[in-house]
């Protein structure tokens, strides 16, 4: 199943997820020179089949994905751009950071850059955690998208 993702109404709307945000975690695009760091942890850490959409989402200039970081320890991680153009996700949180307010402000991260560069909606592509993109995004089933945009995809 998909979902959309209205970006043109959201700044009010969406829930930040602040009352549990952390100071210490830290939200940005990575650099250049963590590229192999980054995919070998998704990989090791997150989940291989992502892999693919994390290179693309790597390999777009500016960069579309953000790291969530407690000093050098990457938490999480969000891009867009990466299946398809106006996709959001994939998203994955470390199990032991979850439930923090991480994956939301991951998720917001991207909104907002979507937002920024010129995007009104965003499509979250075969959602395995639709509540979640329901709380934190306002986001609405795609009526018959499934398989949708993924059908026949080689795997
Ligand atoms: C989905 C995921 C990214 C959420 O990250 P997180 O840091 O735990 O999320 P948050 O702490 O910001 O949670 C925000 C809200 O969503 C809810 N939520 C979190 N994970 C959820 C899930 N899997 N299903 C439904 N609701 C979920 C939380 O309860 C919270 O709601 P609340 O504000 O009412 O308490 C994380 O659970 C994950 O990595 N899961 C495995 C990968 C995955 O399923 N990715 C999504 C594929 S579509």
């Not at 032991?96 to 979250?124: E, F, K, P, T, V």
């Amino acid at each position: 199943m998909d979902m959309l993702i209205k970006l043109y109404e959201s700044a009010g709307n969406w829930a930040t997820g602040d009352d549990r945000s952390h100071p210490e975690i830290v939200l940005r695009k990575p650099r250049g020179s963590e590229h192999t760091l980054l995919e070998r942890w998704v990989e090791d850490c997150i989940a291989p089949i992502w892999l693919s959409e994390v290179r693309a989402a790597l390999t777009n200039r500016p960069v579309t994905l953000f790291i969530a970081l407690r000093d050098t320890d990457i938490l999480g991680f969000a891009c867009y751009d990466a299946t398809a153009r106006g996709f959001i996700g994939p998203i994955g949180v470390v199990e032991s950071a979850r439930n923090q307010g991480i994956g939301s402000a991951l998720l917001l991260a991207c909104l907002q850059d979507m937002r920024s560069a010129g995007y009104g909606y965003a499509i979250a592509g075969h959602v395995g955690a639709p509540d979640f993109f329901r709380r934190v995004a306002g986001a609405i089933e795609i009526p018959d998208s499934t398989p949708g945009f993924y059908a026949g995809m080689l795997r």
